[in-house]
Nanobody, 118 residues
Framework: QVQLVESGGGLVQPGGSLRLTCAAS????????MVWFRQAPGKEREFVAA????????NYADFLKGRFTISRDNTKNTSSLQMNSLKPEDTAIYYC???????????WGQGTQVTVSS
């Protein structure tokens, strides 16, 4: 059973940066994907970024425009989301999810709150 735990959320001023990390315990496969989503108050959950565990192929939501970077460390079974130039509209709960493909995400973290405010 894989368990995902996010960390790194918090309060940051507009224009600031945060780095979120998702730790995957119990992971035994070297394949599959890690995906980050977010959900703002009153809005639907939306895709942020994804990365394959093996080749490290990445995919990003168009609205990010290069501000976020997803990475993974297979030796530590972690994925990180580096978020730069944060805006108030980035305020949301950020979740990581993992599975064989982006359409089969079997495991979800509990989420970490990111608040961008002055």
């Amino acid at each position: 059973q894989v368990q995902l735990v996010e960390s790194g959320g918090g309060l940051v001023q507009p224009g600031g940066s945060l780095r979120l990390t998702c730790a995957a315990s119990g992971r035994t496969s070297s394949s599959g994907v890690m995906v980050w989503f977010r959900q703002a108050p009153g809005k639907e959950r939306e895709f942020v970024a994804a990365i394959t565990w093996g080749a490290g192929i990445t995919n990003y939501a168009d609205f990010l425009k290069g501000r976020f970077t997803i990475s993974r460390d297979n030796t530590k079974n972690t994925s990180s989301l580096q978020m730069n130039s944060l805006k108030p509209e980035d305020t949301a709960i950020y979740y990581c999810a993992a599975g064989p493909t982006v359409n089969r995400l079997n495991y979800w973290g509990q989420g970490t709150q990111v608040t961008v405010s002055s």
